[in-house]
């Protein structure tokens, strides 16, 4: 993953242990104060935000445990690869794309990171600018011509 990647993760990591965790022990213990529990939909409610946030909280440290970062500012060259910052041009609309290829934890289409494992970007890797690229999502096949490469 990228550093960016990685130090998201951990941002989050640290809201869900500081912030989440406290406020949903909080929520817990008040709920509890109301008496029965058996029919209390705040404390049933506030255990189910307790598990999704536990569970949450162990996937991320498992994920910053095993993560490998990648120092995108290093990498160099024309040929696509993890990290890269590719501008496209769709062939049949003529539209411009702009995607950087991150990994699976950090991919967010609206901010334009694509995941590696993502059909888009498994066409691009080891492609040159300059390539055409034929990708064959869910939507259909598309063409692409690489414009630009950059890491930064």
Do not use: C, W
């Amino acid at each position: 993953m990228t550093a960016g990647g990685h130090a998201a993760l951990e941002t989050e990591l640290k809201q869900r242990q500081q912030v989440e965790r406290p406020r949903i022990i909080q929520a817990i213990s008040e709920a509890r104060a109301h008496g029965d529990l058996s029919e209390n939909a705040e404390y049933h409610s506030a255990k189910e935000q307790q598990s999704h946030n536990e569970g949450r909280i162990a996937e991320l440290e498992d994920k910053l445990g095993r993560a490998e970062i990648i120092d995108v500012s290093k990498l160099t060259g024309t040929k696509i690869k993890f990290g890269a910052t590719v501008t496209l041009i769709d062939e049949d609309t003529e539209e411009e794309k702009k995607y950087q290829i991150v990994g699976d934890m950090e991919a967010d289409v609206k901010q334009g990171k694509i995941s590696i494992s993502s059909p888009i970007a498994r066409a691009l890797i080891g492609k040159d600018i300059g390539d055409t690229v034929e990708v064959i999502s869910p939507g259909g096949a598309r063409s692409y011509e690489v414009m630009a490469v950059r890491y930064a």
